[in-house]
């Protein structure tokens, strides 16, 4: 059973890993690159969409490591896992003191209503993005270095 604890919190914390990583370096460049207002569009459909998957996924994340810190406490590796649940901690504060805001103001916007510095605020949540990212990615490298 703790091997089937550790094996599903790695992959789900790696499916999230990848889907972020994705959404930083991938998708909001093409989002980018697209026409007149088709990019905006985009983003604000982006934001309404993982908007509501992410919290959960996030969580759950955090909830699934938790677990294993517990179940697994005299085990090798048990500090990295306390370790890789503290970064996801850090990642849902992260979200939801830097990220969130912005997504909840970006994911109603519509060219006629967006703000004049509706550029810089995507261009502000991206850096917060990459930060989460590099967060996210540490906790899911050291999950899988506490894998016995």
Not at 105 to 120: F, G, I, L, S, V
């Amino acid at each position: 059973m703790f091997d089937t604890l550790e094996v599903v919190t790695t992959v789900v914390v790696g499916l999230m890993v990848g889907v972020e990583f994705s959404v930083a370096f991938i998708m909001n460049r093409i989002l980018d690159a697209l026409p007149e207002d088709s990019g905006q569009l985009g983003h604000a459909h982006g934001g309404r969409m993982l908007g509501a998957l992410m919290p959960f996924w996030y969580v759950g994340s955090l909830v699934l490591s938790a677990v294993w810190a517990v179940a697994g406490w005299h085990r090798p590796g048990a500090g990295l896992v306390v370790t890789a649940a503290g970064l996801l901690i850090v990642s849902v504060v992260m979200s939801m003191l830097l990220l969130v805001p912005i997504n909840n103001r970006n994911r109603t916007w519509t060219p006629e209503n967006r703000p004049a510095d509706w550029k810089q605020q995507l261009n502000r949540w991206g850096r917060y993005h990459y930060v989460r990212v590099a967060v996210i990615i540490a906790a899911f490298t050291l999950l899988v270095a506490a894998l016995t």
